[in-house]
């Protein structure tokens, strides 16, 4: 009898040892699955940071792609406008005046869309003066010219020079004294008497004044010819 219990107890320690080694090694496993979930869990969450990352680079990209294309357009779209412009005021003349513009970025330091406008806003004042076209087209040239030399003399834009002489010619010379340009309306009255365009100052018109003042503004800028 004592020999069945020793047998039965023996038995019972050695199922019990089998058990709790059971346990400790399905705890291990246990502690591996999750160690496994947490890596899993990490990578599918550095996964989706990488996409939201890629995702927001996508659309920066995207926006810097759309914003370089709509300047594009908008480049294109006022080069055609200026193109217009200059086909109304130079009408067959207009091809020397594009090809002038074209060449502007390295001989004036000016887009060819500023030297179009440029041209265009002094040859419409000389056109209305009553001057050929060619007389309108080289001195619409000329005077673009001059005011890019101007503008880099006194620092200014070229475009402040342009409207200096448009003022100018329009009879107002404030603007264009700060190039060193002195016109007086006495000045300009007696330069168009000069030039016969009228009998005496008095009767000088608006277009001979505008037309004297041409000649004086040429005179003063000499030295930026």
Request: glycine residues 8%; without cysteine; proline residues 1%.
């Amino acid at each position: 009898m004592a020999t069945i219990r020793a047998t039965i107890a023996a038995k019972l320690g050695l199922d019990t040892q089998d058990f709790i080694k059971g346990a400790r090694d399905a705890g291990k496993s246990t502690e591996q699955l999750e160690k496994q979930v947490d890596q899993a869990a990490t990578s599918v969450e550095n996964l989706g940071e990488g996409l939201r990352k890629a995702s927001r680079t996508a659309t920066i990209a995207g926006g810097v792609i759309g914003a370089a294309m709509g300047i594009a357009v908008k480049a294109a779209s006022d080069l055609q406008e200026s193109q217009n412009v200059t086909n109304l005021v130079f009408e067959e003349s207009a091809a020397e005046i594009v090809a002038f513009s074209q060449t502007a970025r390295f001989s004036l330091g000016i887009s060819e869309r500023a030297a179009r406008e440029a041209t265009a806003q002094v040859g419409g004042l000389l056109k209305n003066m009553g001057l050929t076209m060619d007389e309108t087209t080289g001195y619409s040239k000329e005077l673009v010219q001059i005011a890019s030399d101007m503008g880099s003399a006194f620092n200014t834009e070229p475009a402040d020079a342009i409207y200096a002489i448009g003022a100018a010619l329009r009879g107002e010379t404030e603007p264009i004294r700060r190039y060193n340009v002195m016109l007086s309306d006495q000045e300009i009255r007696q330069e168009a008497v000069n030039m016969k365009l009228a009998e005496t100052p008095k009767e000088a018109d608006r277009a001979a004044r505008a037309q004297a003042a041409l000649s004086l503004i040429f005179k003063q800028t000499s030295d930026f010819a």
